[in-house]
C-alpha cells in the first residue's frame, strides 16, 4: 500500500472512552495515517492520557478558540493535514481495531471511488422512544451501507472521502453550529463536482454508536436537524422541489386565515377552528397508518413518539425558513438521496393518501355544518 488517511475528529467533550481507542487504532502497513483531533470546546481540558498520545507528528490536537459547531470544526481539521484521504468519526463511536486496515484496503481496491461510507449500528432500543426513533427512519442513514450499494450522502460519524475528490469544497458556515443539514450539504457538493457519482458504501467499515440521553425522550435535536436541513434548498436549489404543506405549515396557514376570518368573516371563525382540528386528528391517523404498515407494531407509545418526532422536526424545518423570512419556501422539500427531479407535488407513499382520502371528507363536513 502506498497512500495516505487524515483521520479526522471533532470533540466538544474528549471523552476518553471514545477518543483513546480511535488513537490507539491498528496502523496498516505502508500507509501514513495521521490523526486531526480538534476539540470544539476553549474552555476543556484534555486529559493526561489523551495529551500522552499528542506528539504533532502522527497525533495532532487544536482547540478553537470558540465554540464553532462541528461542521467548520471538521474544515479545521482536514486543512490540517494534507492525506490522500480523509476519514471523519464522531467523538462518540466506539471503533473496531481494525478500522482503518478496512478503510485502507478499499483504498487500494477502489481507487476510482470518491468515497466510502461506513456503517453505524445502533444498540438495539430498549425505550419506546428509541424504538419510535428506529421506526420512523430518522436514523436511516446511519445504516445505509448495509442497505444499498452506494449512496449520495453519508453520516460523518463514519465516512472516508478521497481528498483530490473534495477539491477546495468545505462544510458550510451558513447553517446553525447546533447542527442538522451541514454533511448532507458537503457532501452532495463533491458529488456534484465529480460527475454527480455516488459514494460506495463499506459495511464491513462498522462503528458502534450509543443511544443519545440514555434512550430517553429528548426533541431538541430533531427540532434542530429540521432548522439546519431547512437551509439545503437554499444552498442546492437544483435538489429541492414543492409538495402540499405538511401539517405545521397548514395550521400555520390556517391561523393566518383565522386571523383575517375573524376581522372580516367572523362567522366562519368555527369553520376555521373544526379545520385546524381536523388537520391534526388526520395527521395522527395517516401517521399511524404508515408508521403501523413499515414497522407492524401496534405500540400506542412508540406510534405517539413516532408523531411527534415527525411534527417536531417539520415545525424545525417550519422555523427554520420562517426566521430568515424565506417566507416562499413553505411547501419546499429536498431531494436528499441526490435526485434531481422538479416535478411538484409528485411523491405519492401511504401516508400521503391517507391524507388525499381525509381531506376532502373534513372539507365537505365543514362545507355541510357550516355553510
Known sequence: MNLSIDVVIPSFRLDEKYILPMLRL????????????????????????????????????????ENLGSGLTRNNGMNAGNGDWILFLDDDVLVPDDLLETYA???????????????????????AFTKALTVSGSL??????????????????????????????????????????EEVDFFLKIRER?????????????????????????????????????????LNPQ??????????????LSLLALAITGLLKPMWVGALLVFMAGVILIEIIASLIQTIKRSGTGNVQILMYVITLRIVYETGLLW???????????????????????????RSNTYKMVKWVLYPLLVIYILRHFV
Do not use: C
Open 26 to 65: 491498528r496502523k496498516p502497513a505502508n500507509v501514513n495515517i495521521k490523526f486531526y483531533l480538534v476539540a470544539d470546546n476553549p474552555s476543556l481540558v484534555p486529559s493526561p492520557a489523551i495529551q500522552s498520545l499528542v506528539d504533532h507528528e502522527n497525533v495532532f490536537l487544536s482547540v478553537n478558540p
Open 239 to 252: 435538489y429541492a422541489y414543492y409538495d402540499f404543506p405538511n401539517t405545521p405549515e397548514t395550521l400555520l
Open 140 to 181: 436511516d442513514i446511519f445504516s445505509i451501507a448495509g442497505k444499498k450499494a452506494s449512496f449520495a450522502w453519508g453520516a460523518t460519524a463514519n465516512m472516508m472521502i478521497k481528498r483530490s475528490a473534495a477539491d477546495n469544497i468545505q462544510f458550510t458556515g451558513k447553517i446553525p453550529k447546533t447542527g442538522g443539514g
Open 320 to 346: 427554520g425558513k420562517l426566521s430568515r423570512l424565506r417566507f416562499g419556501k413553505i411547501g419546499e422539500r429536498f431531494h436528499d438521496n441526490g435526485i434531481i427531479n422538479k416535478v411538484y407535488f409528485y
Open 194 to 234: 465529480n460527475q454527480y457519482r455516488n459514494y460506495k458504501t463499506l459495511p464491513q467499515a462498522a462503528v458502534q454508536h450509543p443511544w443519545w440521553n440514555n434512550e430517553q425522550p429528548n426533541y431538541r435535536k430533531p427540532f434542530f436537524y429540521g432548522v439546519g436541513n431547512s437551509w439545503l434548498g437554499d
Open 105 to 127: 484496503r478499499a483504498a487500494v481496491q477502489y481507487p476510482d471511488e470518491i468515497g466510502f461510507i461506513g456503517l453505524v449500528n445502533l444498540p438495539k432500543p430498549t425505550t
